[in-house]
């Protein structure tokens, strides 16, 4: 298991990963900002049918990830929340 880190990390087989994801029917897919030079050897089709994101730290992930928003606005009279 990986520890988090601050930084995002160098993929090994960028193009295997993202033609996998296209086979997968994956839409949208993180880039290290390292890695975009890499981007140019990807097939032209993963390139049109896969939004690819450049990110550089856990912040634009977390920013970029198409995660569910939740809303966490106390009740009245509520006092403590716990998350499972």
Do not use: W, Y
């Not at 975009?36 to 896969?50: F, N, Q, R």
């Amino acid at each position: 298991m990986r520890s988090p880190c601050a930084k995002c990390c160098h993929p090994c087989g960028l193009r295997e990963k993202t033609l996998a994801a296209h086979r997968g029917g994956i839409k949208t897919f993180l880039l290290p900002k390292r890695n975009a030079k890499d981007s140019s050897e990807l097939p032209d089709v993963v390139k049109s049918d896969i939004e690819l994101i450049q990110v550089a730290s856990l912040d634009e992930v977390l920013d970029a990830a198409p995660l569910p928003k939740v809303d966490l606005t106390l009740q009245a009279g509520l006092t403590a929340l716990t998350l499972r």
